[in-house]
């Protein structure tokens, strides 16, 4: 079985920094892709930013400039600097593993977080 767990979030007031950490544990060959989706109150799910397995990464517009994902692939990690964060960028927080995969060539399935909460404040 394979756990995400996620760690960082937190209250800052605007402008402020956070860095949002997931590890991923269990029993894994690959994942294919990892990121970072949000949740605020009466929305829905939105894609903030992803990276793949060779690095390439994926922004939404709201984000670019500001953010920045990484990611270690030898420890299964993924990360998220947010930077000039704004009133707006208040959420849950969760982490995504896309196509984790247990051996080669079986599909892979895909994982999320229990989702951190990250509060920016005016």
């Known amino acids: 079985q394979v756990q995400l767990v996620e760690s960082g979030g937190g209250l800052v007031q605007a402008g402020g920094s956070l860095r949002l950490s997931c590890a991923a544990s269990g029993t894994i060959f690959s994942i294919n892709a990892m990121g970072w989706y949000r949740q605020a109150p009466g929305k829905q799910r939105e894609l903030v930013a992803a990276?793949?397995?060779?690095?390439?990464?994926d922004y939404a517009d709201s984000v670019k400039g500001r953010f920045t994902i990484s990611r270690d692939n030898a420890k299964n990690t993924v990360n998220l600097q947010m930077n000039s964060l704004k009133p707006e960028d208040t959420a849950v927080y969760y982490c995504n593993a896309k196509d984790v995969r247990v051996i080669a060539w079986q599909r892979g399935n895909n994982y999320w977080g229990q989702g951190t909460q990250v509060t920016v404040s005016s």
């Open positions: 990276i793949t397995s060779g690095g390439i990464t």
